[in-house]
């Protein structure tokens, strides 16, 4: 019986150690792709935090409620929103997540104008794109899509 030498045991040891090393983040790759953003988590996200979120305060005593949530793409998504008294909109830039908690940024923040909304920072990369708008139906009682 041939017996294996140290250095070859050392060399295969090194060798099974890579290819574990390599299939383990081929592995956490391929489940992150699977963590797509699911529009219901996205719009409950939003809707229970605005408050939290929004770059500026509702008028005294109020608080924003989301109005409409207009979808462009899985990484991008207008919040329309308002407090009674003033009306508001941000575009969010969407990174897939852990849960049902999305990493977001606000890349654009707006407010009514003339005709639409009119960007008061940030870019509107989104612009003239086609979008999934969804909205609250108090009948029945969930976010429903609209067009």
């Not at 939003?46 to 109005?67: C, M, Q, Y």
């Amino acid at each position: 019986m041939k017996r294996i030498k140290r250095e070859d045991f050392v060399l295969l040891f090194f060798i099974v150690l890579f290819c574990a090393f390599v299939g383990f983040l081929i592995l956490k790759e391929s489940r992150r792709d699977n963590l797509a953003l699911n529009r219901d988590d996205v719009i409950k996200f939003f809707s229970e935090r605005i408050n939290d979120i929004s770059p500026e305060k509702p008028v005294e005593g109020e608080k924003w409620l989301v109005k409409r949530f207009r979808f462009v793409d899985s990484s991008n998504v207008y919040v329309e929103y308002e407090d009674g008294y003033a009306i508001r909109a941000f575009l969010l830039g969407l990174t897939k997540t852990v849960g049902t908690a999305p990493d977001y940024k606000i890349t654009g923040y707006f407010e009514p104008g003339p005709l639409g909304y009119k960007l008061l920072a940030g870019e509107d990369s989104a612009k003239d794109k086609l979008q999934e708008i969804y909205e609250y139906n108090e009948t029945a009682g969930k976010w429903i899509k609209v067009n």
